[in-house]
């Protein structure tokens, strides 16, 4: 008598088809094995929006009745196993519906596992992870975040290696053997079998305590109630005053929405030289997130509490090595690239030669005809 | 009443395949398998999954229909009406907002007793602009001559399709029906559903034939003529008539189907551990899951308490809460709806079951709860706190029955 869940937290429109597979995949091996399932998405985050963290769910009982317990429900908590199909969701993730970022482990139970695609060191990933205050664990499939569109899907067994993976890390879900029966019979492909057995047997977890991970305390905000909330659908507007930084005397820095975040959409973020920027003003001109602050030497500052990493900026900037967008993985913070410039320069130009070296396929959707096949070419090569 | 069976292996009687589908790729099967010919479709959340299941569908190859996306609701809901009027069998559905911009259609349908089937995704009405269930869009059409039924599983919304194809098509009736699928819960959860064979639907389901009311040049008919004041009320008053018939077609449909399908269930009501039960939670929908838990949950620890899921609220059943309800001390309604204004400010279900309950001997106290608008979440614990209140006016405690308590609010 039990029942066991698996929360996937994916990126919209980019991973959909990924994050649906993986669950009708473990509904499918759960019925090979006597049991019955349920598989469904977080209703808020549809219509998806590009890029940004959505979830899908898959529960698996021995019974009808310890089933319906878990019904109807919009996002079940104390997951055996949460999924993460990108790894930098592992720094919290804000829905478009959601209102806070949510730690990545947040719906994970007491002892339960994380697994995550990734190339990065676990330690690594500890880091960005916020602090649970239970133990559980962390297991990594090495693997590429699979990006890909609404109408196609990339289909390089992230997927298959997936299910392995969740068979070994929660076998009492799902057994390895039902896994590569429901493989074989969705996509009649023996290599994805060969790889989802590849994936069990190379899957390890290690332990994460108690006190391991980002201490910062992830934003929130308390919801008003019906007597609180202003009546009439009212929302006030944002003063058009500019926000006061300190320290900074000069520029323009705009107030924003304080209580709508959005960077947990970023998994790629934008590296300015500002030595050789011209000020031609069109990265803030076409920046659809107003993200950019204006210093107040005139430069343009993107702001990475506002920055989605839609990549609009790299793409007008009429300098060559001006915007470069760099992988989200290779920052620790939020903080001002202009004011780390500012107080040393050759120190900056250090860091971000560092930074602009890590720049890994990880593009939005597909751009061109024939993309497909070069990324093919270049990962096998 | 004996429980309804369960569809399991065992008591299968037809083939069909067994699959993993959402409560909206459910009803697209049921289109395909009742070989529709006519859908039309605007898109709107939750309704437009169906529209994918349909139209990946026909470009399998697997359903041929005439699947045209009209530019609005109100064109969506014209169009089938007058395929229907031609002979053919249709299938239309919206959700929310939606529903409502076809509001003059939906008026005319019924009004020229066209037997088509919907589904209607339940969803909130605008503003805000939110996806999540609520019952109030399909409800706004219960006066209007519209069959209303609410669906619980993936599985019923199947076969309840299928059923409304029968009783709407009916001669006897000839009026249409909406199937209310609660969004999200519904229409986006997935569960194993038997899908069943061409050949037991055939069984079942006869041809839509509109005999001599055919719109055909070989039978000149007129449909839907000016009538002022010296014809209104006898028309209003064969609707009626018409409307007063189905509950013997609903009983005789579910009656064929439970014995071709295999899956027999209580046509009008699903009555869920009522037989000894002091007090009764009633709803409709997708409600039922958690307060099914619940209910066993409280059973446990040995609290005889019941609940009533409503599956047609047009035709209201009536004689079966009457039945079901007169002996119980307190019965709680938890409506998914609202209704502003109206008496004790409750939810529609609640008032509508207080007229039921009027003319009973030993009637209950029925307290009205609000809950789970929006597509907010009811939980086990909202429900036992719910039976907890109940309770508390079965034992004459200072509980209101004429006020409505919300459950889950913000304060």
């Known amino acids: ?381 | 009443m004996n429980p309804p069976k369960t569809a399991t292996a065992e008591t299968m009687v037809t083939g069909g395949t067994e699959e993993l589908i959402s409560g909206s790729e459910a009803i697209a099967h049921a289109c395909r398998l009742a070989d529709v010919d006519v859908i039309t479709a605007y898109p709107i959340r939750p309704y437009d999954t169906v529209m994918q299941y349909v139209s990946q569908m026909i470009s399998n190859g697997d359903f041929d229909c005439e699947f045209i996306v009209a530019e609005s609701e109100h064109s969506q809901f014209e169009i089938v009406k007058h395929a229907s009027a031609v002979g053919a069998r249709v299938f239309v559905g919206s959700s929310g907002v939606g529903w409502f911009y076809a509001f003059e259609a939906l008026a005319v349908t019924a009004g020229l007793r066209i037997p088509m089937v919907a589904m209607v995704g339940n969803r909130a009405l605008d503003d805000p602009g939110a996806f999540g269930v609520e019952h109030n869009d399909a409800l706004a059409v219960r006066d209007l001559g519209w069959m209303l039924v609410w669906v619980e599983t993936a599985q019923e919304a199947l076969d309840t399709a299928l059923i409304a194809y029968r009783v709407a098509e009916d001669k006897r009736i000839f009026l249409p029906i909406a199937i209310s699928c609660d969004g999200a819960f519904l229409t986006h959860s997935q569960a194993i559903v038997n899908v069943p064979d061409q050949a037991t639907v055939d069984s079942f389901l006869p041809r839509y034939d509109r005999g001599d009311k055919l719109l055909h040049p070989d039978n000149p008919i007129t449909i839907a003529p000016q009538a002022n004041e010296d014809w209104v009320m006898e028309i209003r008053r064969q609707s009626d008539a018409a409307m007063r018939r189905t509950r013997d077609v609903i009983t005789e449909a579910y009656e064929d189907f439970g014995d071709k399908f295999g899956r027999e269930q209580e046509p009008f009501i699903e009555r869920y551990m009522m037989e000894d039960a002091e007090i009764a939670l009633v709803g409709m929908g997708t409600l039922a899951l958690p307060v099914k838990v619940a209910v066993r949950k409280m059973r446990a620890q040995g609290q005889k308490v019941g609940f009533v899921r409503v599956r047609w609220f047009r035709p209201f059943p009536t004689e079966e809460l009457q039945d079901v309800l007169s002996g119980v001390a307190a019965v709680g309604v938890i409506d998914r709806d609202y209704s502003f204004g109206s008496t004790f400010h409750s939810g529609v279900l609640a008032n509508e079951l207080r007229s039921a309950l009027y003319p009973v001997e030993n009637r209950p106290k029925i307290i009205s709860f609000i809950a789970g608008l929006g597509g907010r979440e009811v939980n086990t614990d909202n429900v036992i706190v719910i039976a907890g209140m109940v309770a508390d006016a079965a034992a004459g405690g200072d509980m209101n029955d004429q006020d409505t308590y919300w459950i889950g609010v913000r304060e």
Request: aromatic residues 10%; contains cysteine.
């Open chain 1, 1 to 381: 008598m039990s029942t066991g869940s698996v929360e996937v937290v994916y990126r919209g429109i980019f991973q959909k088809t990924l994050a649906k597979n993986i669950c009708r995949g473990v509904v499918f091996a759960a019925k090979k094995e006597g049991k019955i399932g349920t598989a469904f998405g977080r209703y808020s985050d549809s219509p998806e929006r590009n890029g940004i963290p959505a979830k899908q769910f898959a529960v698996v009982s021995d019974t009808h009745d310890e089933l319906q317990e878990h019904l109807a429900r919009y996002e079940p908590d104390n997951n055996d196993v949460t999924i993460a199909c990108d790894d930098t969701l592992c720094k919290g993730i804000e829905s478009w519906a959601w209102y806070g970022l949510q730690p990545i482990n947040k719906l994970l139970k007491k002892g339960g596992t994380l697994l995550v695609t990734s190339f990065q060191s676990p330690n690594k990933l500890i880091n960005f992870i916020h602090r649970k205050g239970e133990p559980y664990n962390l297991a990594l499939i090495r693997a590429q975040a699979s990006f890909s569109g609404l109408w196609v899907y990339k289909d390089d067994h992230t997927d298959a290696r997936l299910l392995g993976a969740l068979a070994k890390v929660a076998p009492h879900i799902v057994g390895i053997d039902a896994i590569c029966e429901v493989i074989e019979e969705q996509w009649k492909d023996d290599l994805k079998v060969i790889s989802a057995r590849k994936s069990f047997d190379a899957t390890k977890s290690q332990p994460v305590s108690a006190e391991q991970g980002n201490e910062e305390v992830p934003f929130s905000f308390e919801k008003p109630g019906w007597k609180t909330m202003e009546e009439g659908l009212v929302i006030r507007g944002i003063s058009a005053e500019k926000q006061v930084v300190a320290g900074r005397d000069g520029g323009y820095v705009p107030t924003r929405n304080a209580t709508f975040k959005k960077y947990s959409t970023r998994t790629m973020r934008p590296v300015i030289n500002f030595d050789t920027c011209t000020k031609c003003t069109l990265c803030w001109l076409n920046c659809p997130d107003t993200c950019f602050d204006i210093t107040p030497d005139g430069l343009y500052d993107a702001n990475m509490d506002a920055c989605c990493g839609c990549g609009v900026c790299e793409a007008v900037c009429p300098v060559a090595d001006c915007v470069t967008m760099v992988n989200e993985e290779a920052f620790d913070d939020n903080a001002s690239q202009w004011e780390m410039w500012v107080k040393d320069k050759k120190g900056y130009e250090t860091w971000m030669t560092e930074k602009i070296s890590d720049q890994p396929a990880r593009t939005h959707g597909f751009h061109h005809v024939g993309q497909y096949a070069e990324e093919a070419t270049n990962e096998s090569a």
